[in-house]
C-alpha cells in the first residue's frame, strides 16, 4: 500500500510539474497577431501607492484630459490601472502600454510590440516619485502622439474591412480616402461632397469641399476657415425647418494648430457648430490643406448630431477617416 501510495504521489507530481511547465510555456508564446482593446483605451501598470499618489495624479492630468473642441468632457484615453504584480508574467493586448515603478536606476523606454502587435509599451522607473515625475513631465507629450498614432492606424484598418466605392470623390478632388461602407452620398455639387452615416439616435458625416488658394490667408487663418465653412453651411447644409443653415458656435471660440497632411501644410480646427434658428448642434473637426500640386486648398470637415451620445470615438472615427487621405501627384 505505501508503495502504491509512494508511486501516487510520485505521478500526481510529475503530472503537476509537467502541467506547470506546459502552462508557462504557453503564456510565453501567447502573443495574438492584433490588439483587440477598444479604442484610445490604454494599460497602466502601476502600484496602488503611486497610483493613489503624484504620480497618478500626473498621468491622470496628462493622459484623462478633457479631448479639445467636445462641448461635454470627455476624457483623452480611457484608463485601465492594474498593479505591477498583477501584471508580471502576463501579457496583455493593450495596444498601448504604461509601465510604472521605483527601481535602481532612472529609465524611460519604448518597446513596440511587446506583448502583442501593434503595441506601444512605454517602461519608465525612478528612483524616488520625483524623478518618475520628471521623466512623465518630459516625455508625456511625445508619448500621447505615438499613442494617438497606433490608434488612428488601427482604426484605418477596421475601416479598410468594409469600404466604400470612393470613384466619384477620386474624380472630383484626385484624391483617395479609406471611408466605412456605412456611410452614403446625400449631395454632390461641383466643388462639393456631402456623406453621412446613420447611427442610433443621430449621424456622423464628411464633408469635402475645395477653395480658391487666396481664400484662406495664413495671417487671418482662423476668421477665414470659419467664414469659410459658416458660407458652406449657408449654401449646403440646412435643417428640415426654413432658414436653418449650419454655422460655428459663437459663444466658444475654435481650437486652432498647424499640422501636415499628404505632406502639404494644414491647418487643423476644432469646435462647435450649430444650427442656426434650431437647436441641433454638435462637436467638428476640419482640415484645411495647402495642396501645392493643384494650386487649391482642399477642405475635409467631419461632425457628428449625437446628443444622446458621447461622442469622443465617433470623432475619432472621422479623424481617421481624413487622416488617411492620399493626394494623386
Known amino acids: 500500500m505505501g508503495f502504491i501510495s509512494g508511486m501516487n504521489k510520485t505521478l500526481f507530481l510529475l503530472f503537476f510539474v509537467s502541467f506547470f511547465v506546459s502552462s508557462c510555456s504557453f503564456k510565453k508564446e501567447k502573443f495574438p497577431d492584433d490588439s ?23 498621468i491622470r492630468n496628462k493622459f484623462a484630459s478633457p479631448v479639445l473642441g467636445l462641448p461635454q468632457e470627455e476624457p483623452l484615453f480611457t484608463i485601465n490601472q492594474y498593479p505591477v504584480k498583477l501584471f508580471e508574467g502576463f501579457s ?24 502583442a ?43 479598410k474591412d468594409s469600404l466604400l466605392d470612393t470613384k466619384k470623390i ?22 462639393f461632397i456631402w456623406l453621412k452615416s446613420e447611427i442610433v439616435s443621430g449621424n456622423t458625416s464628411l464633408i469635402i469641399y475645395e477653395i480658391p488658394w487666396k481664400n484662406i490667408r495664413p495671417r487671418y487663418a482662423v476668421s477665414d476657415i470659419v467664414i469659410t465653412r459658416d458660407s458652406i453651411g449657408q449654401l449646403y447644409i440646412h435643417g428640415s425647418a426654413p432658414g436653418t443653415t449650419m454655422v460655428t458656435e459663437e459663444a466658444y471660440s475654435p481650437y486652432f494648430s498647424e499640422t501636415t497632411l499628404a505632406g502639404d501644410n494644414t491647418y487643423e480646427t476644432k469646435g462647435t457648430w450649430q444650427m442656426k434658428n434650431d437647436f441641433m448642434s454638435g462637436p467638428f473637426i476640419s482640415y484645411a490643406i495647402y495642396d501645392k500640386y493643384n494650386r487649391r486648398i482642399l477642405v475635409l470637415e467631419g461632425f457628428c448630431y ?24
Not at 484610445?40 to 495624479?57: F, K, P, R, S, Y
Not at 502600454?97 to 513596440?112: H, R, T, V, Y
Not at 477620386?170 to 455639387?189: A, G, H, T
Not at 449625437?306 to 494623386?328: C, G, N, T, Y
Open 36 to 58: 483587440s482593446a477598444a479604442i484610445n483605451t490604454i494599460a497602466v501598470i502601476i502600484d496602488d501607492q503611486l497610483w493613489n499618489g503624484e504620480v497618478g495624479d500626473s
Open 306 to 329: 449625437a446628443p444622446s451620445k458621447k461622442k469622443r470615438d465617433l470623432m475619432f472615427e472621422l479623424e481617421s477617416i481624413i487622416k488617411s487621405i492620399q493626394i494623386k501627384k
Open 170 to 191: 477620386q474624380k472630383k478632388f484626385n484624391i483617395d480616402l479609406l471611408i466605412p461602407s456605412k456611410y452614403e452620398y446625400v449631395m454632390r455639387r461641383k466643388n
Open 92 to 115: 496583455t493586448d493593450s495596444r498601448n502600454i504604461l509601465i510604472i515603478k521605483k527601481g535602481n536606476e532612472n529609465k524611460f523606454e519604448l518597446k513596440e510590440n511587446e506583448f
Open 117 to 159: 502587435s501593434p503595441q506601444n509599451a512605454f517602461h519608465i522607473s525612478g528612483k524616488t516619485s520625483f524623478e518618475i515625475l520628471e521623466i512623465l513631465e518630459k516625455n508625456a507629450p511625445d508619448i500621447i502622439k505615438k499613442m494617438r498614432a497606433i490608434e488612428i492606424s488601427h482604426n484605418q484598418k477596421i475601416i
